[in-house]
């Protein structure tokens, strides 16, 4: 199983950008599917989460702006930006939680600046 992120790029403040994350292989019997992201100097930080039976988190920082979700017959988790800041420019990861096995995806850039 790998995951593929893909849906960075550069856009304006306040504009938007939907990330993807593909899964390989069978996508059943995730407990959960994640998006992380890491800036420059900083350390890597959780950003939304989506469980089996759907419940979904946000950080604080993101609460009312992002918005994840999934479609189970693409195996593929959703990450939609709206209102970017430029503090939301990061590296941004997909992680997938099955049983005791943590996976990560390749990294996918979003810069946000005028």
């Known amino acids: 199983v790998q995951l593929q992120a893909s849906g960075g790029g550069l856009v304006q ?9 593909a899964v390989s292989g ?6 959960s599917m994640s998006w992380y992201r890491q800036a420059p ?9 989506i469980y089996g039976g ?14 994840i979700s999934r479609d189970i017959a693409r195996n593929t ?10 503090e939301d420019t990061a590296v941004y990861y997909c992680q997938a939680v099955r ?3 943590i996976l990560w ?4 850039q979003v810069t946000v600046s005028s």
């Open 54 to 67: 759907g419940t979904t988190g946000y950080a604080d920082s993101v609460a009312g702006r992002f918005s």
């Open 26 to 31: 069978s996508g059943r019997g995730f407990k």
């Open 99 to 101: 049983g005791i096995t």
């Open 77 to 86: 988790v959703y990450l939609q930006m709206n209102s970017l800041k430029p």
């Open 105 to 108: 995806g390749q990294g996918t």
């Open 41 to 49: 100097g900083k350390e890597r930080e959780w950003v939304a989460r």
């Open 13 to 21: 403040p306040g504009g938007s950008l939907r990330l993807s994350c």
